[in-house]
């Protein structure tokens, strides 16, 4: 504990006073201390999970309670129609849901600063279009140039879009509501009268709809579990060895093998045939291109110092003002992003449908984007929330669609109950939060 | 009455301050804002190893005499020195260059960040350009050690759920960390209770006994009885009086404060004592 020493020059005021102050100063921010972050006082795995639950009760930790959520969805939906968990309704979903996934982590770096775009429905349109008409026989370009450039126009979109917003100090609602509308205006203009553009491009079809080889897919599976499992061990043995803040080494082992088992558990699905008149098996491709995109923000958000600053905007942006951080360049990538990663959603989305067409709704999908962050644990304020949030926001989405639509539900039901979720999810995080500053 | 300012003899105390050339001397600075003059001639002498208060009402030119320090106004007239070489501040850079640091009294921490993250937004250690958490987390807690700001539990738990008086801590903590040789702080104990204030003083103290020169500017005749080496006091833009501390008592500075005057005799030490409850009273 903090011992008084005895000043140098007592200063007038009286010793005796500030000792006791002290004393007392200190064992009441001790007290505050161990409320607030329980699981660093812990030794042991038991007091480690037990600190971790409080913390999750306190609304510490926002994505355990949406992955119960996921399961409540997936018991009713199992129990109303048993397809639900089958194989091929399950790779489907997966399928289904990498768009949203891919445009809720496009969109999480404008919430991470306390900004929304609205525009990543269509500027993912933009880039599938761009793709489209480039790979088509008249141009005739190889999928690789196609998907390049398609993607630096979206990345150029993105900074025009950041440009307005960080630099001419335009509100991003504005700039961005603008995009959704000027952005829809010219997919329409490309589009024209035939209103559907097919892409025959093999390879580029294959991104949504081929899939690794059963051996493949064992083989990528163990390759990635083993880099991460390698990682976080020698990370948080690191850590302990040095007597940094470190969870203990069962906790870590634990970690690992929930990594491991859901590897496992996704391969088994995948590898199950979902023919049904030639057997296909196998990891589809768009879990791989969902899984770099995550790893990719993740490390960017994590460990740049470009990264740590979007955090710190998002959390007080005149502190970062202060401390140096050039705030427009930051805003800008973070738009860049946003729109770099659209356009990855927008390949995804165009590879899955074979074609672009003006049913592609960028209002919809950029909302429900905005709903699987939020459903996913990030806070429309900023600073706070993920790319691993996008994941299962997306899942979830992805389960009420699907299911729904299993059991015949019109869209509008559909609507209604992705409304629901959303509600019910952000009004979980509001009740946690509340408790946790009244507890403090 | 005369006014006394800088006066060498006296302040020689129990001060170390080495006899040199003192850490900041500022001399005859002006400053106006069109037409109000904000800044009228102020000199001040800020020696390492002492706590400097800086006393005055609303709108004596407090907060603008400390920006001048910290290179956020560029004064009108007269002239700062640096360790007795004349220097001119026009941005926080120049002044952090120096190892002027200032602790704003809205602290400027990022709730969702860590302390760790905190102390060192913007000047982050990387290697292989790539975020260096375990060298910044060794050199966050010793200085947090350091200063024995021990009460924190961990150095990983975000600013949001830190009390107070801790928070404080690690802004000052985090102004430390720069092997900085000038602390300023705004009014840093203004929305603290009793105890995390205790805490807070503890801590200027144990700066000052680093060897750091600090300027404080502080409402509280508590604080800054108990914490300052020297008071300066400032009234409607100029420096009225500079003293030691134990030459002038509460109603002196008050006096001083609102007249730019004091006609009284320092009273007997007693009547110096804070008068909070719970406070036992030291006899000077």
């Known amino acids: 504990m903090a011992k008084v020493e005895e000043p140098a020059a007592p200063p007038p005021g009286g010793a005796v006073g500030d000792e006791q102050l002290t004393e007392a100063a200190a064992a009441a921010s001790r007290e505050a201390a161990q409320r607030a972050a329980p699981e660093l006082e812990a030794e042991s795995l038991g007091d480690y999970l037990r600190a971790w639950f409080v913390r999750v009760k306190s609304g510490e930790s926002s994505s355990l309670p949406v992955i119960g959520g996921l399961l409540l969805i997936t018991i009713l939906f199992q129990s109303l129609n048993s397809l639900f968990l089958s194989a091929g309704n399950l790779v489907n979903l997966l399928i289904q849901g990498s768009a949203y996934m891919l445009l809720a982590m496009a969109e999480i770096f404008a919430l991470l600063l306390g900004e929304i775009d609205l525009s990543i429905g269509f500027v993912s349109g933009i880039g599938g279009i761009l793709a489209a008409e480039l790979v088509k026989q008249q141009y005739g370009w190889p999928w690789w140039a196609a998907i390049t450039v398609a993607l630096l126009a979206c990345a150029g979109i993105g900074l025009l879009h950041g440009t307005l917003i960080s630099r001419v100090g335009l509100p991003s609602f504005v700039v961005t509501l603008a995009g959704l509308l000027g952005w829809q205006g010219v997919m329409l203009l490309v589009l024209g009268k035939g209103g559907a553009l097919p892409i025959n491009d093999k390879i580029f079809n294959d991104i949504a709809s081929a899939s690794l080889s059963p051996v493949a897919s064992w083989i990528v599976m163990i390759l990635i579990v083993a880099a991460y499992g390698l990682r976080a061990w020698l990370h948080d ?46 990891v589809p491709w768009v879990v791989l ?69 003006t049913a592609l709704d960028g209002g919809k999908l950029v909302l429900y984007a905005v709903a699987a962050a939020v459903i996913g644990g990030t806070s429309l304020f900023g600073g706070r929330g993920k790319p691993s949030n996008a994941i299962i926001g997306g899942l979830v989405i992805a389960a009420i669609d699907n299911g729904m639509g299993l059991q015949g539900y019109s869209a509008a039901a559909v609507y209604v109950v992705t409304a629901l979720v959303l509600l019910g999810a952000v009004t979980l995080d509001a009740l946690a939060r509340r408790g946790r500053t009244y507890g403090k | 009455m005369s006014i006394d300012v800088g006066s060498e003899p006296a302040a020689t105390r129990s001060v170390p301050s080495g006899g040199a050339e003192p850490l900041l001397r500022l001399r005859g600075i002006d400053k106006n ?252």
């Not at chain 1, 800008?332 to 995804?348: H, P």
């Not at chain 2, 801790?166 to 040789?181: C, D, E, F, H, T």
């Not at chain 2, 030691?244 to 002196?252: I, Y």
Request: some cysteine; proline content about 3%; glycine content about 10%.
């Open chain 1, 237 to 282: 043995s690191r850590r302990r060895s040095t007597g940094l803040v470190a969870p203990p080494a069962s906790f870590t082992l634990l970690k690992i093998a929930g990594v491991a088992a859901s590897g496992v558990v996704l391969v088994l699905i995948c590898n199950t045939n979902r023919g049904v008149r030639i057997p296909i098996r196998g």
């Open chain 1, 289 to 357: 291109v969902v899984l770099a995109v995550l790893v990719l923000w993740t490390f960017v958000l994590n460990r740049l110092r470009s990264g740590r600053y979007v955090y710190a905007i998002g959390g007080n942006a005149e502190a970062a003002r202060r401390a140096g951080v050039n705030l427009a360049r930051i805003k800008t990538m973070c738009f860049v992003f946003a729109s770099l990663t659209a356009g990855v959603a927008g390949l995804v989305y165009a590879s899955r449908l074979r074609s672009v067409s």
């Open chain 2, 33 to 284: 804002f069109g037409p109000v003059q904000a800044l009228t001639g102020v000199d001040l002498e800020v020696h390492s190893g002492e706590v400097t208060a800086l006393a005055g009402d609303n709108g004596a030119g407090k907060s603008v005499l400390i920006k001048c320090i910290a290179g956020i106004h560029s004064p009108d007239g007269g002239q700062i020195y640096w360790e007795g070489r004349p220097v001119h501040l026009h941005h926080p850079r120049d002044a952090a260059a120096l190892g002027i640091e200032t602790v704003y009294q809205d602290l400027a921490l990022a709730d969702n960040l860590d302390i760790v993250q905190n102390m060192f937004l913007g000047r982050e250690r990387l290697r292989h350009g790539l975020l260096d958490e375990e060298a910044m987390e060794i050199s966050a807690r010793e200085t947090l050690t350091s200063l024995a700001v021990t009460t924190v539990r961990s150095i990983r738990q975000p600013v949001a759920s830190l009390s107070g008086g801790q928070r404080q801590s690690v802004a000052i903590a985090k102004a430390v960390l720069w092997n900085s040789k000038l602390v300023i702080m705004d009014e840093p104990t203004a929305a603290l209770g009793v105890a995390q204030t205790a805490m807070v003083l503890e801590l200027v103290r144990r700066l000052a006994d680093r060897g750091l020169g600090v300027v404080i500017i502080s409402h509280n005749m508590n604080d800054v009885f108990q914490v300052a080496d020297r008071i300066a006091v400032l009234q409607l833009g100029k420096m009225v009086a500079v003293r030691p501390a134990d030459e002038l008592d509460r109603q002196m500075v008050v006096d001083l404060m609102t007249s730019g005057v004091s006609t009284r005799e320092r009273q007997a030490p007693a009547s110096v004592t804070p008068k909070e409850a719970g406070t036992t009273d030291g006899q000077g």
